[in-house]
């Protein structure tokens, strides 16, 4: 039986395929972007970042090796042979690829005509008719297709969209942030002019504090409502952790801001994000922890308040 030495199959699973194809098959080689490449053969193999992926058969690695096993079809002696007998008459020159700084494009998804899936969605969650009405008028929220899911969106200082994240308005909770997002400028709602700041792990938190406030007789529209987009983790040294970007932005923007109320959820990961903000925003300004009064989030403690028994929800977030 065929044997190769340890040391021998390490050095071959070291070259990755993009060094491979470079060295010793380059006209096989098809540059599609800065740090994506193709092969002449097979176009829906994309290579980027050290990893490839052939899309078509749902097979991917990193190395020259899986490469020649999985797509050329070589057995594994065969492709560390083959390998090792091209270095050892052309070393391979490695070349380092340069990380991609560049900003990717908000991608957002196509608009539904209709948003009647996105209003029985938050109404059902007690949200206020006037508070969905406003927002989808001023942009910050619409209906998607194909699958009518509910986004929300968040705008730059110039009023361009920079950030969105989306949510399925059926029984199964499926939710995440659109290709190309910039949580600096998460979903908000920003009157300008107060110096108090009111901060939401997630939109449907935000949506929810408005309808209990309107609830109580105010206007919601005096308030700078920001959502973190998502849930803030900080280090475990707390003194090397840094302010959610998000409220970072929002407050370099807003230099008249003096109380910051945090309403984060009820749960461990909310309770030691509160902790965290506290302890490094306390130095400038006032910081007021302010969870819901019962059950995990805002919403749940509007529904509750409501007395809306919330629909079961099967998770496949992602």
């Known amino acids: 039986m065929p044997y190769i030495d340890s040391e021998v199959v390490l050095e071959a699973k070291r070259m990755d395929l993009l060094t491979y194809l470079r ?28 990893k490839w992926m052939w899309w078509s058969r749902g097979i991917g690695g990193r190395s020259a090796l899986d490469y020649l096993v999985k797509v050329k079809g070589l057995n594994f002696i065969e492709a560390v042979e083959t390998i090792t007998g091209k270095t050892v008459s052309h070393s391979p020159v490695y070349v380092r690829e340069k990380p991609n700084t560049e900003q990717r494009p908000l991608l957002l998804p196509e608009k539904s005509k209709t948003t009647d899936k996105v209003f029985e969605y938050l109404f059902n969650r007690g949200i206020d008719f006037e508070i969905i009405s406003d927002c989808i008028n001023k942009g910050y929220i619409f209906e998607s297709l194909p699958y009518h899911n509910v986004v929300f969106v968040g705008y730059d200082e110039h009023e361009k969209p920079k950030y969105a994240a989306y949510r399925s308005t059926n029984s199964i909770k499926l939710m995440g942030d659109c290709s190309g997002s ?8 920003d009157n300008g002019y107060s110096d108090e700041v009111h901060i939401f792990e997630c939109a449907i938190d935000l949506l929810s504090y408005a309808t209990l406030y309107k609830l109580q007789g105010k206007n919601w529209r005096n308030l700078n409502l920001v959502s973190l987009a998502g849930v ?9 952790s840094k302010v959610p970007i998000a409220l970072d932005n929002f407050l370099s923007k807003h230099q008249e801001t003096e109380k910051i109320f945090l309403h984060l959820d009820n749960d461990n990961a909310g309770r030691n994000a509160t902790k965290a903000m506290q302890f490094l925003l306390s130095d400038k ?25 919330k629909v079961s929800e099967r998770s496949l977030e992602r």
Request: hydrophobic share 25%; aromatic share 12%.
């Open 182 to 189: 910039q949580k600096q400028y998460s979903f908000r709602l």
């Open 285 to 309: 300004y006032e910081v007021i922890d302010s969870p819901p009064h019962s059950g995990k989030d805002f919403n749940d403690f509007l529904c509750f308040k409501l007395g809306i028994q």
């Open 23 to 50: 060295n010793y098959e380059s006209t096989e080689l098809v540059k599609l972007s800065r740090n994506t490449y193709t092969t002449r053969t097979h176009d829906s193999l994309k290579i980027s970042n050290g």
């Open 232 to 240: 803030y983790s900080p280090k475990k040294d707390i003194e090397s």
